[in-house]
């Protein structure tokens, strides 16, 4: 187990890194050196480098859950409990590949100058391959993305898009999946991301909509019109 502590992450202060504090880095190396099988929990809060993913078995990450960490994470490890969770960050492979890497005011004023484009987005916009992207998330069985369908008309302005997206479970027992669905706009519609997750928008047009495991694993896509 790994992590971060109150010295290196809290409210009110910036990170000067994104790597682990002192030399947990090279502990986890040297036990994946030692047996290949080695779990690594992440403990923390926040995304962190993990330069030694490739070397483990597996990797969780527990964000900073509690006292009850202990009988959480026994009946993960068991196989009693699904790990159902999924990324609601971008993981990098390196401090570089982040959209926003420095947020200094000038002359008393911070300009945003990033727009929409943060977080899985900015990776999106920049052709970066993240090592776990924004929605990523692993359990103990397999899914197979079999149809998605939309509404046939043109939406109204201001209507909801129902999306009926068929799942089915391919593995030996039984899990939890999380099925998400990203909104693309029109080609040449400058400012806008990609793809955004979920979204509303008050934007008329065509849109394409992709469905799958994460914001990188889309396995299945519609066209949604908008009047």
């Known amino acids: 187990m790994v992590g971060s502590s109150e010295t290196s992450e809290s409210e009110g202060y910036d990170r000067g890194t994104l790597a682990l504090p002192g030399r947990q880095d090279e502990l986890v190396q040297l036990v994946a050196a030692a047996s290949p099988r080695t779990i690594v929990v992440v403990n923390a809060g926040m995304p962190v480098l993990m330069p030694w993913a490739s070397q483990v078995g597996a990797v969780i990450y527990a964000w900073l859950p509690g006292q009850a960490i202990g009988e959480a994470l026994a ?33 008393g004023r911070l300009d945003y100058a990033e727009g929409l484009l943060i977080g899985y987005r900015g990776y999106d916009a920049a052709g970066i391959n993240p090592m776990f992207p924004f929605g990523h998330g ?22 909801d898009a129902e999306i009926r997206v068929r799942v089915r479970n391919t593995g030996a027992r039984p899990g939890r999946e999380v099925v998400q669905a990203y909104i693309t706009g029109t080609r040449g519609n400058g400012g806008r991301p990609v ?16 469905v799958g495991r994460s914001s990188r694993d889309l396995r299945l896509s519609l066209t949604v019109r908008s009047g």
Request: hydrophobic residues 40%; charged residues 15%; proline residues 10%.
């Open 75 to 107: 009946d993960v490890l068991l196989g009693h409990t699904e790990p159902g969770g999924r990324l609601p960050v971008t993981l990098p492979t390196a401090e570089a590949d982040c959209p926003v890497l420095h947020a200094l005011p000038r002359d």
């Open 195 to 210: 793809r955004v997750l979920g979204a509303f928008s008050g934007v008329q047009g065509e849109f394409t909509v992709q």
């Open 138 to 159: 692993l359990g103990y069985t397999s899914w197979d993305y079999e149809s998605a369908t939309g509404p046939a008309a043109a939406l109204a302005p201001g209507a």
